[in-house]
């Protein structure tokens, strides 16, 4: 148990610097946080759109929900133009 703990741990300080980062008026963000912000105006459309055709009331736990779809849509944004 603790080799194994060790082992990912090391993997993970390994992978630190894997990261691609973006230039934006001088300053340097990593890409995973606009992946972040970008989902995050997609669930502002996506709800709207869901609200719009009047299907929000039968959504299950809401929280869970668009927290899912909000986390789809940041992995979605990564894979789509962070994948290397």
Known sequence: MRG?????????VA???????????GAFFPA???C???AGMLLAIIRGLV????????IGPR???YFCVYL????ALWLGFFRT
């Open 51 to 58: 609200r719009r055709a009047g299907v929000e009331q039968f």
């Open 4 to 12: 194994e703990f060790l082992l990912a741990l090391l993997g993970i």
């Open 63 to 65: 929280l869970v929900v």
């Open 32 to 34: 995973w946080l606009m």
């Open 36 to 38: 972040l912000v970008v």
């Open 15 to 25: 992978m630190s610097g894997c990261d691609p980062i973006l230039s934006i008026d």
């Open 72 to 75: 789809s849509c940041t992995l």
